[in-house]
């Protein structure tokens, strides 16, 4: 987990390591995601970010992210909501819920399932600056809630799929 500040913005990212032994369960919490989106239709801010509800797996990733980062970087974060975005082919997505996050808060984006090899690229504009970063599967970065952010185009065949978590301080 690596921390850079930028214009006293703190935005961390990495890539989520376990041990051997120890699995985070991906494939559950992407199966709940696929679930919530088209079964239940949980549809939040667009057709594309489906809230989802809790399971021991997505409580397990909220556990590692929360109590990592504090031992790391020393920021309590608190879960408010979880999201789980689905991306199509050839599709960007712009996120809309900004507005209703203006707090002292920060937002998490996971690549729960994003084509190999090709990364995501994360637009995170703040005021006239921005800052790019690209993720792919089992990779994450934080920001604050403040910021805009894009998942710019899906330039493969198969569907993205990523976690995105609201956290309080």
Not at 29 to 38: H, V
Not at 40 to 67: C, D, H, M, P, T
Request: proline share 3%; charged share 20%.
């Amino acid at each position: 987990m690596i921390k850079e500040s930028i214009l006293d913005l703190n935005i961390i990212y990495g890539e989520i390591k376990l041990p051997n032994e120890y699995t985070l369960g991906t494939e559950n919490i992407l199966g709940s995601l696929l679930y919530n989106a088209f079964i239940e239709k949980n549809e939040v801010l667009n057709n594309r970010s489906f809230k989802i509800n809790g399971s021991a797996n997505l409580q397990w990733f909220q556990n590692y992210i929360i109590e990592f980062t504090y031992l790391k970087h020393k920021i309590n974060l608190v879960t408010k909501d979880i999201y789980g975005i689905i991306q199509y082919p050839f599709e960007s997505y712009i996120n809309k819920e900004r507005k209703a996050n203006l707090d002292s808060g920060y937002t998490l984006l996971y690549g729960l399932d994003v084509e190999q090899p090709v990364k995501i690229n994360i637009n995170i504009p703040y005021f006239s600056k921005r800052y790019f970063r690209k993720i792919k599967t089992n990779e994450f970065i934080i920001f604050p809630n403040v910021c805009d952010w894009i998942i710019e185009k899906n330039e493969n065949k198969n569907l993205n799929s990523f976690l995105t978590s609201i956290y309080s301080v």
